[in-house]
Structure formats: C-alpha cells, structure tokens
C-alpha cells in the first residue's frame, strides 16, 4: 500500500517551453501533496504543499507564478514550470499523505533537463 | 524552529560491517514524529520507519535498528552486517507536530557506500 506514482520519470525539453509533472497516489486518496526539489548531492527542498480543491501554499523563495501546481482530485496533483529555463533542471519529487498517518509517502522523481 | 542534524555527510564501510548513521533534532513541540528514507541511486524517497515522541522504544527490522534517545535529542539508525544493496543516501526527517499535513524538516543526508 500507499504507492505514489510520478509522470514523466524524465524530461527533455527546449528553453521557453513548460512542462507538467504528474503526481498520483496510486491506492490512498491523499488530502494534501507536497512537492519538493532537489539538486545533486543535496537534501531535498520543500516547494509548496497542495491540498486538494484549494490553491497550493508556496514556500518563501518560490515563484507561484512559474511553479504552478494544481491539486483538482484525491488522487493527483500536477506541478507544471512555466517557460522553463535551465536553471529550472532539477529533479522534482512529490510525496503524499492520506491524514490518517503521519507519513509522507513519495513518488519516484521526476528528473527535468531544460536545454 | 525545527532543525535536523546528520553530521557524517560520508560512510564507507565494507560489507559485513556493522555502521551506525547519526541524526540530531531540534524542536519546541511536545508531540513530534521522526522519519528515516532511504534513497537510492535510482531516486525514489523509501520510508524506513516513523517513531513518535511518545515512544522511545528501541525498534528493529530484519538487519536495521533505531535507537530513539529524547534526552539526546537523537533518533540513531544501525545497519548490521551491511550489504552492497544497503548504497545509498540516507535521510533524517522531522515531522513537528504530527499531522501528515505537516511538513517534513529534512537531514542533508548521509551518504552510505558499502564496498565488497
């Protein structure tokens, strides 16, 4: 149980394009979602937390306007960055929680790559 | 503020040894749970174990252990007899107040790589 799935594994794209990065919780419907960045060699980044049917709470230093994130069901939320640049190459990883435990269960990553 | 430590960035051990990774925190809060996830070269954050402040009874599983000391502020994690598969970076998280919808304070990781 509490699987978290993640869309695309990987992703090329051009500079200037968006990308959307799907998250789903596969057997649990997860009350909030939380969406997390990370760099080589470094912990992981808190972004913003999604709850579902209400706008995403952003962590300071992150642009809501880039980094739009849309929690429509129980069971999926989306993060798409905007006119990605290559500063945006990153590995993006989502987690979930159902609200009946404690635990955060995370997806396996997305690894972006902006040309 | 919360805050988690985990000192050693590095471990190398080889294989059959036993290795103990180190985890610090700091918080205000009464009721906190504690997290360690294993992450593998391949990425994907994989929960070990939540241990709630109210519980600090020692746990094992199969070759791993945690040793949870509040008057140390620690939450130790000890792989006996380490294996190839055990490679990978570890982290440390902190959860303070309970609540799933609370958010997780991260350890930088400790980097784990037993050699044959």
């Known amino acids: 149980g509490a699987v978290v799935s993640q869309h695309p594994s990987r992703v090329i794209c051009k500079s200037g394009t968006s990308v959307k990065i799907e998250c789903r919780s596969l057997?649990?419907?997860?009350?909030?979602m939380f969406w997390y960045r990370q760099f080589p060699k470094q912990s992981l980044m808190l972004m913003a937390t999604s709850n579902e049917g209400s706008k995403a709470t952003y962590e300071q230093g992150v642009e809501k306007d880039k980094f739009l994130i849309n929690h429509a069901s129980l069971t999926l939320s989306t993060l798409t960055v905007t006119s990605a640049h290559p500063e945006d190459s990153s590995f993006y990883i989502c987690?979930?929680?159902?609200?009946?435990?404690?635990?955060?269960?995370f997806g396996p990553g997305t690894r972006l790559l902006v040309l | 503020a919360q805050k988690v430590t985990q000192a050693q960035t590095e471990i190398s051990v080889v294989e059959k040894e036993d290795v103990t990774l180190d985890c610090v925190y700091e918080t205000r809060d009464t009721t906190y749970y504690l997290f360690w996830y294993k992450q593998p070269p391949s990425g994907e954050l994989v929960f070990l174990i939540r241990r709630n402040s109210f519980d600090e009874q020692n746990e094992i599983s199969g070759r791993y252990s945690w040793n949870f000391q509040k008057s140390t502020s620690s939450f130790n994690f000890t792989i006996t007899a380490s294996q190839v598969v055990d490679s990978a970076v570890y982290f440390c998280a902190l959860n303070p107040r309970g609540g799933s919808n609370y958010k997780l304070t991260f350890g930088k990781g400790t980097l784990l790589t037993v050699n044959p």
């Open positions: 057997d649990f419907q997860a009350t909030t």
């Open positions: 987690s979930a929680s159902d609200g009946g435990s404690e635990t955060q269960y």
